[in-house]
């Protein structure tokens, strides 16, 4: 299979799109245009850039659009046609408009709108890490307190750009030097591009977007946010919401690559001037296996937020194998931040239509005998599952109703299910905090407090005031669980709804009243809930006042 691989900033160079400009018949055509739009000589900054221009990220991401389109153009005239399509952050609006997700004009358009939104954003700076892996880089930055940096790129196993506070960044560079890098390089960039500090760019991009439409892709575009597969389903919610989130998140281009390579893709054609991407490409074969993605359907029938969720143990997914068989967006792991890991996994069962599970339930299977003695061990739904997971949530039975979105997991369902000795969570995604109220009150009236339930809190990068306000609500009417969704990264309003109300013990035993379990598509995800809550958030709600000092 072939894969055309879009560069992105760091590619450009004086000259580029030189043999492209009189070739292509589209830019002929839309020179003027796009002159009018930009408001300067695209083809004169790219040939003569007498001002110097070329290297501002508000210059730069407009031309390499342009230039990478028309090598697009040129091979497609030429009547090649991709099996798939990716690009290197910039590069992956040029890989969305040889899907067909929009025309030429609106892709110049919005990285236009994006190169100048990320010009403006002055703080920070960025250096590239190479002879340490992430996880690596990681412990080095945490071990010394530099807790503001993030992973830009995982451009390669061998080679990551670091992002954040350039008194941070500064620092890093002794620090990763002891840890045992080869090389840790400045780069020379306005700011820190795919970081924290790019959320108020953001917030403004994604408020830009909002009158756009898009169009279904009709060549697979993977994503630099999942390092997977673009969904077909909802183009337009679906292209913002990577758009805006590829801003602040890192570039997945190692697993990008992996996962290909597991699709078995076979070559690899840089799309674009340079060969920046040939390189990594390169290293990446000879640094990582291949990512096997087994029966993987990224569709949706419903927006993002209303995810199926599949229960396992963390430690059960194998690092290069993960199998996805639903069709979901995207497949998503449950992982219970609360419990520890279990040494056993829970024990799946399958009941016909006709199955009652009641109070003194049949046996549903019987082993034969064994060591030679012939007795009948019974297995009973309430048996199945793991029993600390049942203690922890007060269940009778080891099942869980996940949120769907918009009231699908409706308040009659949590209620039922909590009847029954199992949890339901109500399916908040899409409803106003009055309606959540209306919700949570009717369950609270049909349900006692021996009863299990639950709420669904959705992370809201563009709006996270309405986070805040619906934990306010959780917290105010005492919900203990709750289903966290859609995160990619720590929150202050997730940290205080998992730390409001602990306390020690007189024995000396911790009580943690609020649970979270979370809805997770990464496995770097999943880790981010199984590890303590970050310092300086926990610092921030002691100062704001939203913890004390002994919850903290």
Same mark, same amino acid.
């Given at each position: ?137 990681? @412990?080095?930055? =945490? !071990?010394?307190?530099? /807790?503001?940096?993030?992973? %830009?790129?995982?451009?390669? &196993?061998? $080679? ?7 008194? @941070?960044?500064? =620092? !890093?560079?002794?620090? /990763?030097?002891?840890?045992? %890098?080869?090389?840790?390089? &400045?780069? $020379? ?11 108020? !760019? ?7 977007? %909002? ?141 016909a239509e006709d199955t009652a599970i009641e ?144 306390r020690r013990n007189p024995d000396g035993t ?43």
């Amino acid at each position: 299979m072939n894969v055309y691989v879009f560069p992105g900033q760091g590619s450009q160079e004086q000259g580029m799109g030189q043999a492209l400009f009189d070739e292509v018949a589209e830019f002929t055509i839309w020179e003027p245009e796009i002159d009018a739009l930009l408001g300067y000589s695209l083809r004169q900054l790219c040939l003569d850039d007498a001002e110097q221009r070329l290297k501002q990220t508000q210059y730069t991401q407009p031309a390499l659009y342009v230039v990478n389109a028309l090598h697009y153009l040129k091979k497609r005239a030429e009547g090649a046609k991709p099996d798939y399509v990716a690009g290197h952050s910039l590069g992956e609006y040029d890989a969305l408009f040889a899907a067909g997700a929009f025309d030429f004009m609106t892709g110049l358009r919005l990285v236009q709108k994006r190169g100048a939104l990320m010009a403006q954003s002055k703080e920070g700076s960025m250096a590239a890490v190479v002879g340490l892996g992430p996880e690596q880089i990681s @412990e080095a930055l =945490q !071990a010394n307190g530099l /807790l503001e940096i993030d992973m %830009a790129n995982y451009n390669a &196993p061998s $080679q990551t750009v670091i992002s954040g506070p350039s008194a @941070e960044i500064s =620092q !890093a560079e002794a620090v /990763l030097n002891e840890a045992g %890098a080869r090389l840790v390089i &400045p780069l $020379q960039v306005s700011a820190a591009f795919h970081s924290r500090l790019m959320v108020p !760019a953001a917030e403004r991009f994604a408020e830009f977007l %909002a009158p756009f439409e898009f169009k279904a892709l009709a060549i697979p575009v993977i994503a630099n946010v999942t390092a997977r597969p673009y969904p077909s389903a909802h183009p337009t919610e679906t292209i913002k919401k990577m758009l805006v989130e590829q801003i602040t998140h890192p570039v997945q281009w190692t697993d990008t690559i992996r996962y290909l390579l597991g699709q078995d893709a076979t070559d690899f054609e840089e799309v674009g001037p340079g060969a920046v991407l040939t390189g990594l490409v390169r290293r990446i074969k000879q640094e990582a296996t291949p990512l096997i993605v087994t029966e993987e359907t990224i569709e949706a029938e419903l927006p993002p937020e209303a995810e199926e969720i599949v229960t396992v143990e963390p430690s059960s997914i194998p690092a290069e194998t993960i199998t996805q068989t639903e069709p979901v967006y995207p497949k998503t792991q449950a992982v219970n931040a609360n419990a520890e890991v279990e040494d056993d996994a829970a024990t799946e069962a399958a009941f016909a239509e006709d199955t009652a599970i009641e109070e003194n339930a049949e046996t549903i299977a019987t082993p034969p005998p064994t060591n030679g003695h012939n007795f009948l061990t019974q297995i009973t739904a309430e048996s199945l599952g793991s029993a600390a997971f049942k203690a922890d949530y007060g269940l009778k039975y080891a099942y869980i109703a996940g949120a769907m979105y918009k009231g699908i997991a409706s308040k009659e369902l949590v209620v039922a299910m909590g009847k029954a000795g199992m949890i339901g969570y109500l399916g908040t995604g899409g409803m106003s905090l009055a309606e959540i109220e209306a919700n949570l009150r009717y369950i609270q009236a049909a349900l006692d407090e021996d009863y299990p339930y639950g709420m669904n809190l959705l992370a809201n990068l563009i709006q996270p005031e309405i986070e805040e306000q619906t934990v306010d609500l959780f917290l105010r009417y005492s919900i203990r669980y709750i289903e966290a969704a859609a995160y990619m990264q720590m929150t202050p309003s997730l940290v205080r709804y998992r730390l409001t109300g602990i306390r020690r013990n007189p024995d000396g035993t911790i009580t943690v009243p609020n649970h979270i379990l979370a809805k997770v598509s990464r496995p770097e995800v999943a880790t981010l809930f199984m590890q303590p809550a970050p310092q300086r958030y926990v610092d921030k709600l002691v100062a704001q006042g939203q913890l004390t000092v002994k919850e903290a």
